[in-house]
């Protein structure tokens, strides 16, 4: 596999279809303001996804790196049964006052 700017570019590429004659264009997602584009018969096909559909908005005051820190990983099947069965056996040791 080669990596390099053919790489790159193409992964921010999509293809739309000319409504008139139906050739397909190649739009790119990178730029900010992508044109419409002439098909091989001349008509304009206009960009059919924006790139803001596809990033959430930041929210005001937003700086790169709040959000580094990583979700905390789910506890799994055993970690959950051995921790209910020492709190089991704890209550089972205490006697309960009433």
Known sequence: M???????????????????????????????QDEARPCGNGHLVPPTIARAMLLPPRPVGWKPGDDAKPAPRPYSRREVRGHNAKYEASMMRKPRAF
């Open 2 to 32: 080669r990596v390099g700017p053919f790489i790159i570019a193409r992964r921010y590429t999509y293809k739309a279809m000319c409504q008139q004659c139906g050739a397909l264009v190649q739009h790119r997602l990178d730029r900010e």
